[in-house]
């Protein structure tokens, strides 16, 4: 049977709230524990992909997210570009 990248996380066990603080500011104990998780980056492909818009997600807060997904968004904008005028 295949673990899910959840079974791996660091964050099993702890206490949830820790990764919903109130500001990004308060975010510091979540991502301390994101730092070292072996999963961080499916973690943060699993918030992206589902548009989790609450807590502290491989690392990334609400807000970082966000500009992930917006830098994402340009850079396939301009390799779509440099695809078409080749």
């Keep these: 049977m295949e673990r899910s990248w959840a ?16 500001t990004d500011e308060e975010a510091e104990e ?26 502290v997600w491989g690392g990334a807060t609400e807000r970082e ?8 968004r340009r850079q396939r904008a301009m390799a779509s570009t440099s695809v078409a005028v080749n």
Excluded: M, S, W
């Excluded at 079974?7 to 109130?22: K, M, N, Q, V």
């Design 65 to 72: 997210r966000q500009r992930i997904i917006r830098r994402r």
């Design 7 to 22: 079974d791996e996380a660091a964050c099993r066990g702890l206490d949830p709230l820790i990764f919903y603080p109130a």
């Design 30 to 55: 979540a991502k301390a524990v994101c730092d070292v998780c072996p999963v961080r980056e499916d973690c943060l492909e699993h918030a992206i992909t589902n548009r989790e818009h609450n807590g």
